[in-house]
């Protein structure tokens, strides 16, 4: 009985031992698994912190460019501020071509062709007729403008010499007169005139009249002229002055 006894004890504590050790492998096994747990939980959590990256990240690109579309057209706006000013001076330089073209405008004059009846006839001595020819004005209207009819008016009372060329002469070259106001209302254009007309005799009367109703026909593009001076009809205040 002793022997046995004896005997037993051994196998006791190896079980016991077998025990102990067996506990203490799962519980290192469960202390392992929670450490692998510890890894994976923080990959997983990286993992979050990257996704929250990438959609930040997106979004940071999606700035940048709209940072670049900006900065394009900043940059654009210099290029287009070239054209701009191209296109400023494509404006000035056509309204300069305009003026040009404008101070280029040529208003009909009616000179006198003495001893040639050639031209447009007009009551008078029949000794002459009326030649027409064209003159630049600049800062009118075109023909049928008030102020049209002006510029032509001014180049034969500006015109101080009486033989203009090609055997034309202007009857007016003495006189001193002012156009005061033009006005075209239907087939008719008005001239009134102020100063003093002077005529060389009386065929002259019927040749400055002519003048002044023809150039301001044509650049009225009417077909009725009425010359006013002072108020009265220019025949009636010229013939009152040679009476």
């Known amino acids: ?143 049928g403008d008030p102020s049209f009819v002006e510029a032509g008016l001014q180049v034969l009372l500006d015109q101080s010499e009486y033989e203009v060329g090609s055997g034309l002469t202007n009857s007016l070259y003495q006189s001193e007169l002012e156009v005061t106001e033009v006005s075209i209302s239907g087939d008719t254009v008005t001239v009134d005139l102020t100063g003093t007309p002077i005529s060389s005799g009386t065929c002259d009367d019927p040749r400055i009249i002519a003048q002044l109703e023809n150039t301001a026909l044509a650049n009225a593009g009417v077909y009725a002229a009425q010359i006013l001076l002072d108020g009265t009809p220019i025949q009636e205040a010229m013939s009152q002055k040679g009476a």
């Open 1 to 143: 009985m002793s022997q046995t006894r004896t005997a037993r004890r051994p196998f006791l504590v190896t079980a016991a031992l077998t025990a102990v050790l067996s506990l203490g492998l799962t519980a290192c096994g469960t202390g392992g698994g929670e450490a692998s747990e510890s890894p994976t939980t923080s990959p997983s959590d990286t993992a979050s912190a990257s996704a929250s990256a990438t959609e930040s990240m997106p979004a940071t690109e999606s700035a940048t460019p709209s940072d670049s579309a900006t900065a394009s057209p900043s940059a654009s706006s210099a290029p287009s501020g070239s054209p701009s000013a191209s296109a400023s001076g494509s404006a000035s330089g056509s309204a300069s071509a305009s003026e040009t073209a404008q101070g280029a405008t040529e208003a009909t004059v009616y000179w006198v062709a003495m001893d040639n009846l050639e031209g447009i006839e007009f009551p008078g001595c029949g000794d002459s007729s009326l030649m027409e020819s064209t003159a630049p004005v600049s800062g009118v209207g075109d023909v």
